[in-house]
């Protein structure tokens, strides 16, 4: 089973804005209200496609359910998929992005020719006050099937635990906080302070207040045969964290379906441009980095390229 995924799933930012609801628990986000935001998301997002269609990555663009959804375009917190063909739906911590789950998922992406087994939709959680907001809210190592969560009020403890008993994953929580100080506001997703590659791992251990959790992260992310790579938390106030390998084939000569596969990280322009040289020189070794500009996108939505891709790991119909 490959760790990576050659396709994504994604959703247009049709109703792309600020959300004061989300804003609450997510310390990236700036109340930006100017009148062409939704102009610049959506040429944003076609860059990101553009990249991802020029690097053989397999791509399904979805509308919004909620055509007035602000944060829509950021898919992987409410559904995953996994390679025994399972999908997952996810519960979410405000209304608004409750609004964006999809009840027609499965029929749309079997529609896709995507074959969907079964689903297990997990949104009644939210009754109990038990969140989890999908691939935001765990960053998984698939092999291992060890699954990273910084707890905070969209990653619940319960949740976490309720979720790993399910899948079989096991779990390994810890706090990240936005100054790595404990009385600190939580990073409200884990995949902001870290990112799983196939031989490599990015973590902000700097972000971690107690040394016993930074200590565990570390050696997990080793016993599962990562380079870690540590970064700043002025870098993951940068979406350096933030970042996410994907398996493309390039075709050959430019012509037929033959064509050769190669491994790419996708990481916004801001992401890029904030990693040191000796950082970039390590995740070179492993993969070509993909820089795609989402200024809009990061600071009025508070993500950035990783947040907007779901990772389509179901097997053909």
């Not at 959300?19 to 990236?28: H, K, L, M, V, Y």
């Not at 025994?84 to 896709?112: C, F, H, I, N």
């Not at 979720?163 to 409200?188: H, K, L, N, Q």
């Not at 990693?275 to 500009?293: D, I, K, N, T």
Request: a negative charge; aromatic letters at 8%.
């Amino acid at each position: 089973m490959s760790r990576t995924a050659a396709a994504v799933i994604l959703i247009r930012p049709t109703g792309f804005g600020h959300d004061p609801g989300t804003a609450a628990t997510n310390g990236f986000q700036a109340p930006i209200t100017d009148p062409g935001v939704r102009r610049m998301a959506a040429e944003e997002f076609d860059e990101l496609l553009h990249a991802l269609r020029h690097c053989g990555v397999g791509i399904t663009v979805l509308d919004p359910f909620d055509p007035g959804a602000p944060n829509a375009v950021f898919p992987n917190n409410w559904f995953s998929t996994h390679a025994d063909g399972t999908l997952v739906v996810y519960p979410m911590l405000t209304p608004s992005r409750r609004a964006e789950r999809d009840p027609d998922l499965q029929r749309l992406l079997q529609q896709e020719g995507f074959a969907v087994s079964q689903v297990h939709d997990l949104s009644a959680w939210e009754q109990k006050g038990a969140i989890l907001e999908g691939t935001g809210s765990l960053v998984l190592e698939r092999g291992t099937r060890s699954a990273f969560a910084c707890l905070s009020p969209r990653t619940t403890e319960g949740a976490v635990m309720d979720w790993c008993a399910r899948t079989g994953y096991t779990p390994i929580t810890f706090t990240a906080t936005m100054d790595g100080r404990i009385e600190s506001d939580p990073v409200y997703h884990t995949n902001v302070v870290m990112s799983i590659g196939e031989r490599f791992a990015v973590a902000c251990f700097e972000a971690m207040p107690f040394p016993a959790e930074r200590q565990e992260v570390d050696e997990e992310l080793r016993k599962a045969g990562r380079q870690v790579i540590p970064i700043s938390i002025a870098q993951m106030h940068k979406f350096v964290g933030n970042m996410l390998e994907l398996r493309g084939t390039l075709r050959t000569n430019g012509v037929g379906n033959a064509g050769t596969q190669e491994h790419f990280i996708f990481l916004s322009t801001t992401a890029f441009e904030a990693l040191w040289p000796e950082q970039r020189q390590a995740l070179q070794q492993y993969a070509q980095l993909v820089p795609v500009p989402v200024p809009t996108i990061e600071s009025v939505g508070g993500g950035s390229v990783r947040c907007m891709l779901a990772e389509n790991f179901l097997p053909r119909s």
